[in-house]
C-alpha cells in the first residue's frame, strides 16, 4: 500500500518524526531510512533497544498506532499513485486477482482504502497484524497467497521497499520493484523487474514480467 498504491512515505516520515519529537529521541536519516517497510513490532523493538526507552514495544506500537492514525486521517490531499487505478482496472477486467499485503495496521490501511474509494479492486486485504512475522520475512505474503488460494509463484508483488522485496523473494514471488521518489531510494536490485512510473505497469506487461521471472519466453 505505501508507496505503491498510495505516495505516503513523505507523511509517514513526517508523522514520525512528531512521534520521535514527542518520545524525546532524534534519529539520523540514514537509519529512518532502512524503516520503510518494515513491521512496526521489528521497528519499535529496534528503537526501544537502540534508544533505551523505557515504554514496552506494546506501549510504543499503540503510541505510534494512535498517533499516525490521527495525522494521516487529517491529511485530505492524500491521493492514490498516478496510473495504479488504471493498473487495477485492467487487471479488473482481466479477471486476476488482486490482494493488498502491507506492514501497515488495519486501521490504517481502511482509513487509506476508504480515502482513495478503491475497497472494490481487492479480494483480499492483509495487513502486518495478521501474521507473527513482519516484513522483511516473508509471512505476509505466503499468507496472502493462501488466502488467494493460489501457489506464491502464480503471484506477483509490486514493491517500493527493500525490506518489501525481500519478503516477496523470500516468498517466492516474482517481484517489481517501483521506484518511487518519496521512498528515499531504496535499493531495489533484488526485484526481477524495476519501473519508474506505475503508468508503465498494465495487465500485459505484468503478464510478461511473471513469464520472465520463471525464464519462460516473453517480451518486454
Known sequence: ????????????????????????????????????????????????????????????????????????????????????????????????????????????????????????????IVSGDFVERGKPDPDIFTYTARQLKEEPSKCVVIEDSTNGIRAAKAAGMPCIGFRNPGSKGQDLSGADYIIDDMRSLTYHRVKKIHAAAHEQPCNL
Not at 505516495?7 to 518520545?23: A, G, K, N, Q, T
Request: hydrophobic share 40%.
Open 1 to 124: 500500500m505505501d508507496g505503491v498504491i498510495v505516495d505516503s512515505e513523505p507523511y509517514h516520515y513526517e508523522v514520525e518524526s512528531i512521534i520521535f519529537d514527542r518520545l524525546g529521541i532524534s534519529i539520523p536519516d540514514e537509519e529512518r531510512h532502512t524503516f520503510i517497510g518494515k513491521a512496526s513490532d521489528k521497528l519499535w523493538s529496534h528503537i526501544r533497544k537502540t534508544y533505551q526507552l523505557p515504554q514496552s514495544v506494546d506501549e510504543l506500537l499503540q503510541f505510534d498506532r494512535s498517533v499516525r492514525l490521527d495525522y494521516m486521517a487529517s491529511r485530505e490531499e492524500i491521493a492514490a499513485i498516478p496510473g495504479v487505478v488504471d493498473l487495477l482496472n485492467d487487471l479488473t477486467e482481466h479477471g486476476v486477482k488482486r490482494a493488498l499485503a502491507s506492514s501497515s495496521s488495519i486501521d490504517l490501511i481502511t482509513l487509506f482504502i476508504e480515502k482513495l474509494k478503491l475497497g472494490s479492486y481487492f479480494s483480499i
